[in-house]
């Protein structure tokens, strides 16, 4: 049973960059068809799909987060890492990573709260 898991919660500055990371296991994020998922849900909003990286590690993002998003992957540690550049208070959410495939997501971590606070 594959399992992902994010970090603890935490708290971040505005205009710093948020840094997540995803540990996949018993599964390898290279294998064909996966998309690593990073999603978000900010306060009493709906869920927002951020971006992912592919099983050829070729990452997409959302358009409204495009310019400031970065996604990458350690396929020596199976993890793939969420860069957010510039936060503001919007963007206090709880995180999670999620296994896409191709009708929707198959696995999900537990999420994470990251708060964006001076």
């Known amino acids: 049973q594959v399992r992902l898991q994010e970090p603890g919660p935490g708290l971040v500055k505005p205009s710093q960059t948020l840094s997540l990371t995803c540990t996949v296991s018993?599964?390898?994020?290279?294998?064909?068809?996966?998309?690593w998922t990073w999603i978000r849900q900010p306060p009493g909003k709906g869920l927002e799909w951020i971006g992912f990286?592919?099983?050829?590690?070729?990452?997409s993002f959302s358009p409204s987060l495009k310019s400031r998003t970065s996604i990458s992957w350690d396929t020596s540690k199976n993890q793939f890492t969420l860069q957010l550049g510039s936060v503001t208070p919007e963007d206090t959410a709880v995180y999670y990573c999620a296994r896409g495939v191709n009708c929707g997501y198959d696995s999900w971590g537990q999420g994470t709260q990251v708060t964006v606070s001076s």
């Open positions: 018993a599964a390898s994020i290279t294998t064909n068809s996966y998309y």
């Open positions: 990286i592919d099983w050829y590690g070729t990452p």
